[in-house]
């Protein structure tokens, strides 16, 4: 997504743009799976802040809503425990609000209702004067925001933990792993990420939509917005190494053996292929190393045709195991999948606004996921350790009372071995380098790197992952390339 925006505003600009690609089509993590003749998507499922991509298309004279069909959730999440309770977020806050009380009781409701308040006001101190900054600092920051947004940070201060955080709004701690789970969208456990990613909780209030025809749309409107801007895309393109001339980026080489000159590169893989030296050796100083124990999350996913029965599910789905710290204690501490961990169900032919479209045989596409250690280059899950958490994972489906008609062998399964080999240099990490402690999102390199003429772009650069901040990543590298080339 990062590198599809940045393509898009250069060459609106005038500028000559070719985009290298390795797969065989647009998007990158945002890919989609064939199981049974049916496209599932096997990445990113959630769509929020669409106001980034609004702006985008707007930029280049287009309206996006002319590119996709976006339906708005009307319910978030369906959220169940192996424990008890079935509990729905809302995109309305008061009808959240309510379902918390009913489910929750008076004092829990209304901490929902002040985590509400708080996500907004950090929400609204970090847009401007960090997301939108090509470098951000700490010493930038607090010159960005004044009295009055340091006041305003220090109510949700970035060295307390968001699990610390969120004690003091629910003593129930069903609720605290439901706001906890925001952590692991950027990669990161709620036990060591900054509070601040409570933002989270505002963005998706603002909105999280569902993309008709699946998430891979998104890519391709990204696509057919740079065509129109004269962008040529080339796929199967696989690039062995970035080019240097008198310490300057002058082009790729192809695996092929092709070189393609160039007066700058914008990389959109992970930063840590260029640290390890996989695009060259010349390029190695562009950014710093990920320690293996510096990576984010890495996942085990099932894309599944199949029938469910029991359980109402909705677009977005999670069931809770009882013990939240210790699934991520057991990922970041002993670099295992926990023997309880929580599962993500996407059920994507489930909307608000129709009944489940299933087959003439009753099934439906699913992505199932687990969270796991980003150790693909170092095993990763083997098959036995595979066929354990399976079970564990559908003994968990079933307490919840959904039952999926599933055989061992049906479906995709990708481990983090599998990611790695997808996304090289990453040990299957799908977040780049975890958040974890106070000044972490700091620490994701920026648009610019030491060598001139490279930029950097996606999810393991500033702001971060998930398809929004990719994006905007994207612009910032963009705007960057196009300040030092003026």
Request: charged content about 20%.
């Amino acid at each position: 997504m990062g590198g599809l925006a940045a393509a898009a505003d250069l060459a609106r600009q005038g500028r000559s743009v070719t985009v290298l690609e390795r797969a065989s089509g647009p998007g990158g993590k945002l890919r989609s799976v064939d199981v049974d003749g049916q496209a599932i998507d096997a990445g990113p499922t959630v769509f929020t802040m669409h106001e980034v991509f609004a702006e985008l298309f707007r930029d280049c004279g287009q309206r996006f809503e002319d590119h996709l069909q976006l339906e708005r959730a009307g319910i978030l999440a369906r959220h169940a425990w192996r424990s008890g309770g079935v509990l729905d977020l809302h995109a309305d806050v008061q009808r959240s609000a309510a379902a918390i009380r009913e489910f929750a009781g008076e004092r829990e409701a209304q901490g929902y209702l002040e985590l509400c308040q708080r996500s907004a006001r950090v929400y609204a101190t970090l847009r401007d004067s960090f997301m939108m900054v090509a470098r951000p600092s700490p010493a930038q920051l607090v010159g960005r925001l004044g009295a009055r947004g340091l006041a305003a940070m220090w109510s949700t201060p970035p060295w307390q933990s968001l699990w610390q955080a969120l004690g003091a709004h629910f003593r129930d701690p069903r609720l605290r792993q439901l706001f906890g789970r925001y952590a692991t969208y950027v990669g990161s456990s709620p036990l060591a990420a900054p509070a601040t990613l409570m933002l989270i909780a505002h963005v998706e209030q603002s909105g999280v939509w569902l993309v008709r025809g699946g998430m891979r749309e998104v890519a391709r409107a990204l696509e057919n917005l740079g065509r129109s801007q004269g962008v040529v895309y080339r796929y199967d393109a696989p690039v062995q190494r970035i080019l240097t001339r008198n310490g300057r980026a002058s082009g790729v080489e192809l695996q092929s053996g092709e070189i393609l000159d160039a007066d700058a590169v914008v990389f959109n893989g992970d930063a840590n292929a260029l640290a390890s030296g996989a695009l060259g050796d010349n390029v190695r100083v562009a950014t710093g190393v990920i320690a293996p124990q510096q990576r984010g999350l890495s996942a085990v996913t099932w894309c599944l045709h199949a029938r469910t029965s029991g359980f109402e599910l909705q677009h977005h789905n999670v069931f809770f195991a009882a013990d939240y710290p210790r699934e991520f204690s057991a990922i970041f501490a002993d670099r295992r999948i926990t023997a309880e961990p929580t599962v993500y169900l996407c059920a994507q032919d489930r909307s608000d606004s129709k009944e489940v479209t299933a087959d003439p045989q009753g099934r439906e596409r699913m992505l199932l996921l687990v969270n796991a250690p980003a150790d693909g280059d170092r095993g990763g899950v083997d098959d036995a350790s595979l066929a354990t958490l399976e079970q564990r994972v559908f003994e968990l489906l079933q307490a919840c009372d959904l039952q999926i008609d599933y055989r061992p062998g049906d479906g995709v399964v990708t481990r983090p071995q599998d990611f790695e080999r997808l996304f090289p240099c990453t040990g299957g990490a799908l977040y780049g380098r975890a958040n974890h402690g106070a000044f972490a999102s700091f620490e994701k390199p920026a648009s610019q790197t030491p060598i001139a003429g490279l930029y950097l772009a996606g999810g393991s650069a500033h702001p971060g992952p998930g398809i929004p901040m990719a994006t905007l990543s994207g612009r910032l590298a963009a705007a960057r390339l196009a300040a030092d080339a003026s």
